[in-house]
């Protein structure tokens, strides 16, 4: 590994979505962003739904729609599990935005507890595919499957 640099793997069940080194990573967790750069103390973290962050030289390095999961830091990795996590190419804005509709419709219905968690749940998955969606697709690193 590049002396200042933190290797950061991103897996889900299907693939490996991104396997290098980056300067820094901002994970949401369920308590709020974390930041994790080289030599950072060893912990599991819960992560939330939202976008993951690659910095590399200074400048942003790529966002990735995280949908829950954990983290595994260490002072030299972070590896993220999650069910589903999706570059911002991936993502179908306009399915995202229907989707939003739907659960904004279905919460304002409230019909009983299990479908008011379900849109919840519902909301902010589509809240976080339209936000990464929105930013430019940038890529740094190497991304199993993907281009360089």
Do not use: C
């Not at 190419?89 to 229907?98: T, V």
């Not at 279905?106 to 969606?133: F, G, H, I, P, T």
């Amino acid at each position: 590994m590049a002396a200042g640099r933190i290797h950061l793997k991103i897996v889900t069940p299907f693939r490996m979505l991104y396997d290098d080194n980056v300067d820094m990573v901002v994970l949401r967790g369920t308590e709020g962003d974390m930041g994790v750069m080289p030599g950072h103390e060893s912990r599991a973290a819960i992560l939330g739904y939202g976008p993951l962050r690659i910095i590399n030289g200074g400048s942003e390095g790529g966002r990735i729609a995280i949908m829950g999961g954990f983290a595994e830091i260490s002072s030299s990795e972070v590896t993220v599990v999650s069910d589903v996590a999706e570059w911002p190419e991936e993502i179908d804005r306009l399915r995202a935005e229907a989707a939003k509709l739907r659960a904004e419709q279905r919460l304002q219905q409230k019909d009983n507890d299990v479908d008011l968690q379900r849109a919840e749940l519902s909301l902010r998955r589509a809240l976080v595919r339209m936000e990464v969606s929105s930013y430019p697709i940038i890529r740094t690193g190497k991304s199993p499957g993907q281009g360089k």
